[in-house]
Every structure is written in C-alpha cells, then in structure tokens.
C-alpha cells in the first residue's frame, strides 16, 4: 500500500470474498457382514447311544381302543400310545386277577409290514406270560400298520418307540384309577426276537436304571450295525442300507449297542440256535462273549445266561420253543 494511504484493514478485506463452504461427502457404506456358512447338520449326531441316553421320553397315555379276547387266565386288548408324535398301536395281555404284576415288553422280529397283523406269532409267547402272571405289553412299532410311519435308521425309531413306552408305563402307573395301575413299573423286562432282539439289546444300553431288570435276547441281530448291513439290505431295501453302511467308522461305533455293553446293568439271557438259517448264530456268541469278559473285569452286574439249541429254526418250535419259554419265565423271575 503507498505511504500516506488511509483505506482500513477493514474496508481492505472487505473486498475479498469469502471462500465457499465444499459440500459434505457422505461416508462410504461399509459392506454386510458376510454370514458364515451354516454348517450341514449330521444326520447320524441323535442316533448315537449317548444321544438317546440324554434325551426325554414319555408324555401322553396308553389307551385300550379295543377288547380282543378273554379267558379265565387274562385278557387281551388293543392298545395305542404316543411316540414321537406318532401313534404306535399293539396289544396287552393282562391278568385277570390280582395285583402288582411284574411288566413283559415284547418286541417282534422282521415281518413285511404288507402281512403284519395285530396280534403276531409272538401271541403264544405273550399268553405263556400273562398265564405266569406277567403284564404284558406287545408293541407293534412304526411303520407296522395300524402304528403311523415314522423314521427308522438302524432300527432306532423302534427303540424310541419302546423307550417312550416304558416312560409311559413308569408315569402312568402310578394313577390308581388308570389303565397301567395294576402294572409294577419298578420290575420291567424285556423279551425281542430276531430284529426285536437288537431293538431290546439297545433299549438295555441306553436305560441302566434298576427297575429295568433284564432281557431275553432271542434270535438276536447283532450289537454291531456293520454286522447287520447285510440282513438290512436284503429285508429293507439297498437305499436305507447305504445310508446306514455310509456312516463313518467312529458314528457307526458310537451307534453300534455292542461297543457301549459296558453301560448294560440289566440281567441278559441268550437263545440261539446253531441251525438258525436267518440270524447267524455267531452274533449272538460275540453278544455273550463281549458280555462274559465285561462281567469278569466286573464292569457289570450279571453274567449273561446264554443257551444255544440244536436242530431249530430261527422261530422255534416243539419241545425246544417249550424249553425256551421255562427258561425265559424262570429268568424273568429270578430278577
């Protein structure tokens, strides 16, 4: 500015103008978090001995929906219950007089569901029962008409249906005015022929309670599911059997009843017959070795009473199915 000018500061920076203000820029997004992949459920995780030990069973009622004979000795109805959701029928032999009677639970081997009827070739053995004063419940098991369709891989819904009706009986025997009431809950026995056989040795692995006392094993499918992978495919189909064989090796050890014995706390027996053309006899050898070498390093309470027939089909007959049945009523009442 020249010497001797007067323009103010003021009046000077008056005449600038004043910088424009920049527009705001927003910031950008951040981009979605990226889910993780939600991981395949195992289809083989609930099937597993301690996965059945851990969950519940039980709920609802087992009901008479009809009277299908009587005798002086007991009487037999139809019966329905719930499991899982579905409705299992069956029959029940129950004396007619009086009281406390200790529980039989009958389990059948394979039949086509297309010829299965109601009251089965197990009759003869239910009545031998009922007439020694056993209460007697003979499930049919899912998939076997009138009973709803339900899942069954290794023959576990089978078990399911048996453990859930053993929790039935356990609840509801204690109504005194019910249908179970004259039914000891605290002495339940099992008795499974053939694939029944396999469902009881499962059921007696994942339920170590007392007041499951024992279980007759007759004709028995093996303990090891890879054993049965051949029987399984020939009776069911080569779909389900590929499923089951398509387990890996410790799954199918972890499903498998012949690896847990060592849980078993019920009295076992074992009948078998060398001529058995359906169920090699040699399962049911391994069953009571495993069971003999568990007793002696004393892991469990009961050595296994195991006998094996000559000149018997896999269902006996005659004197030897007579036999049979001494045993199983003389075992059933000494424990």
């Known amino acids: 500015m020249p010497a001797g000018s007067s323009v103010s500061i003021a009046a000077a920076t008056a005449t600038i ?7 705001t820029v927003p910031p950008p997004t951040p981009p979605p978090p990226t889910a993780a992949p939600t991981p395949t459920p195992d289809p083989y995780a609930d099937l597993t001995i301690a996965a059945l030990a851990a969950r519940s069973y039980g709920g609802g009622l087992l009901e008479i929906t009809d009277t299908l004979e009587s005798n002086d000795r007991f009487t037999r109805y139809e019966i329905k219950y719930p499991s899982d959701g579905l409705t299992i029928y069956g029959f029940m032999n129950v004396p007619n007089e009086g009281d406390n009677f200790p529980v039989a639970l009958l389990l059948h081997g394979y039949i086509d569901p297309d010829e299965y009827e109601t009251v089965a070739y197990t009759r003869r053995y239910a009545d031998a029962l009922a007439e020694a004063g056993y209460f007697v419940i003979h499930p049919n098991f899912r998939n076997y008409p009138p009973s709803d369709s339900g899942p069954d891989p290794y023959r576990i819904g089978y078990a399911i249906d048996v453990l859930n009706l053993i929790a039935i009986v356990r609840e509801q025997s204690q109504d005194t005015l019910g249908t179970l009431r004259r039914a000891n809950a605290d002495d339940i026995n099992l008795w499974g022929h053939s694939m029944g056989g396999g469902v009881a040795l499962r059921v007696i692995t994942v339920i170590n309670e007392p007041y499951l ?8 499918m093996s303990g090891d599911e890879a054993r049965n992978y051949g029987r399984i495919r020939s009776w069911a189909g080569s779909q389900r ?23 078993v706390e019920a009295a076992v027996a074992v009948h078998h017959s060398y001529a058995d053309d359906v169920v090699p006899v040699e399962w049911s050898e391994e069953v009571c070795g495993v069971l003999d070498g568990l007793f002696a390093a004393r892991e469990i309470p009961h050595a296994p009473e195991c006998f094996f027939y000559d000149l018997q089909p896999h269902t ?19 424990h």
């Open 17 to 23: 103008p004043a910088t424009a203000a920049l527009p």
């Open 316 to 334: 006996f007959r005659g004197d030897g199915d007579g036999l049979f049945m001494e045993r199983t009523i003389d075992f059933f009442n000494r």
């Open 213 to 220: 006392k024992s279980a007759v094993l007759y004709g028995s």
């Open 241 to 263: 059997a590929r499923f089951e064989l398509a387990a890996p090796p410790e799954m199918l050890a972890a499903i498998s009843p012949i690896h847990h014995l060592a849980r």
